[in-house]
């Protein structure tokens, strides 16, 4: 991503979670102990709350076993009344796992929770182990939030642009005027960029090629958007970026609105199309997600009607900012 002027920058906006995508991004490290450990010493990292496994090497033979908290407790509570002692002694190795199920740092969260949930019912909830310069392990809980989040993350993306939905896009900012703007003078800026004519790039080339103008045109935007912006897809061949500007004078606020006009236009030159890109701010310290979505489509719509293919910068440095109702 370009990096932006520090005009547009500003202060933070509030920021969602990361959602995994990979298993190493939810995997935490663990310890490992050698299969020719007693039980009695592995009992020294089971009294930590956190440590839920360990992993088992068998240095001879190079494999790898799981041994569990719930494993480890049945060992030691013993189920034909041997004494504690007794079953102290016994090696880690002897009442491991040694099937447990390995995958990748690279593997998606989908497929993890997918393999994860095929194992016997017996051993389905154990952790998956993750090998790298030292082990990892994931909890079936862990993949299951982090599986969760990953999905609720693809409803809210466009599937063929990867760029977040216009309902998305409206949630955020709304909750964006919210949290971020009342008390301060920061304002919410939103642009909107489609392209000329869609229509007849389809008909001329296939619906193949159009789609690949989308996901080029998004990367685009994506590209020019400033840090901490949030691009959507408007709908069929428009797309949107929000982004929270810093507290400015009303003067340098259009200056700003001007500015991100030219840099989108910028971002899209080389395409092959002509693009038209709208942009509007809000107030100082208050906006309405449904007013910003109305001024950069009418201008959208305004442009379409009157044929103009760009903003020229004559309309550039014409933009207004909306009065407070």
Do not use: K
Not at 35 to 53: K, T
Not at 97 to 124: C, E, F, Y
Not at 141 to 168: F, I, N
């Amino acid at each position: 991503m370009t990096a932006a002027p520090a005009e547009v920058a500003g202060p933070a906006a509030p920021a969602a979670p990361a959602v995994p995508r990979h298993l190493g991004q939810v995997a935490v490290p663990v310890r490992s102990v050698r299969a020719v450990d007693r039980v009695a010493d592995v009992e020294i990292l089971f009294r930590a709350p956190a440590c839920q496994v360990v992993v088992v090497r068998d240095d001879e033979g190079g494999d790898v076993g799981l041994l569990t908290r719930h494993r480890f407790t049945e060992v030691m509570t013993g189920r034909l009344g041997y004494g504690r002692a007794v079953l102290a002694r016994r090696l880690v190795g002897e009442v491991a796992d040694w099937s447990p199920l390995v995958l990748d740092a690279s593997t998606s969260v989908v497929d993890a929770a997918r393999a994860a949930m095929a194992r016997d019912a017996a051993v389905r909830h154990d952790d998956v182990l993750v090998p790298g310069p030292s082990w990892s392990a994931a909890s079936t809980a862990d993949l299951v939030q982090a599986l969760t989040a990953a999905v609720a993350d693809r409803s809210a993306r466009d599937p063929l642009t990867g760029t977040l939905s216009r309902a998305h896009l409206v949630a955020t900012t709304t909750r964006w005027a919210s949290h971020a703007l009342p008390g301060t003078q920061r304002r919410l800026l939103l642009a909107a960029v489609d392209v000329v004519r869609m229509d007849d790039v389809n008909a001329a080339h296939g619906l193949d090629s159009g789609d690949a103008l989308l996901r080029a045109l998004a990367e685009r935007v994506t590209a020019a958007t400033p840090d901490g912006g949030v691009v959507a897809r408007l709908d069929g061949d428009a797309f949107a970026t929000l982004v929270l500007l810093p507290a400015v004078h009303e003067d340098r606020a259009l200056e700003v609105v001007a500015s991100l006009r030219e840099r989108l236009h910028g971002a899209c030159a080389g395409l092959g199309v002509d693009v038209r890109v709208a942009v509007a701010a809000s107030v100082a310290g208050w906006a309405d997600a449904g007013l910003l979505l109305l001024e950069v489509e009418r201008e959208l719509r305004s442009s379409r009607a009157r044929g103009t293919p760009t903003s020229t910068p004559s309309d550039a440095t014409r933009a207004t900012l909306p009065t407070r109702h």
